[in-house]
Structure formats: C-alpha cells, structure tokens
C-alpha cells in the first residue's frame, strides 16, 4: 500500500512511483504508459518515461483540464 503525501514525492515520476502509487504491476504500469490519459515525456533512446506529479495527480483525481 502506497503510504506517500502526494507532496512527499518528487516533481516528475518514473514508471517505477506510477506503479507504487496505482498498486499496478509493471506489465499493467507499462499498459498505462503507452497511451496514457496524461502527458508523458519518453527522454532519449530507451524512452525512458518521466511524468510530472502535478499532471499524474490531476488525472487521478479528475482534476485534469480536458482538451
């Protein structure tokens, strides 16, 4: 169980802090991740995945801007 203040975690998230927060395994976190209902940034040649907090947390609690 996920036990973090929002607050507490850095500004941009890994693939690894989106599947603690969502209890998701990695095969469901990376399913999320290729077409994902918030901005993501894939950095270099392996994608790495990077998500800002703030955006990840809109999306989670209906807060995102539509559009």
């Known amino acids: 169980m ?16 989106i599947q603690d927060i969502l209890s998701l395994g990695r095969r469901q976190t990376y399913e999320l991740l290729q077409n994902p209902p918030f ?3 894939r950095i270099g040649k392996r994608g790495i995945i990077k998500v800002s907090r703030d955006a990840f947390f ?10």
């Open 2 to 17: 996920f036990t973090k203040k929002k607050e507490d975690l850095p500004l941009v998230l890994d693939a690894k802090a």
């Open 58 to 67: 809109n999306w989670l609690e209906g807060t995102a801007k539509q559009g």
């Open 39 to 41: 901005h993501v940034e």
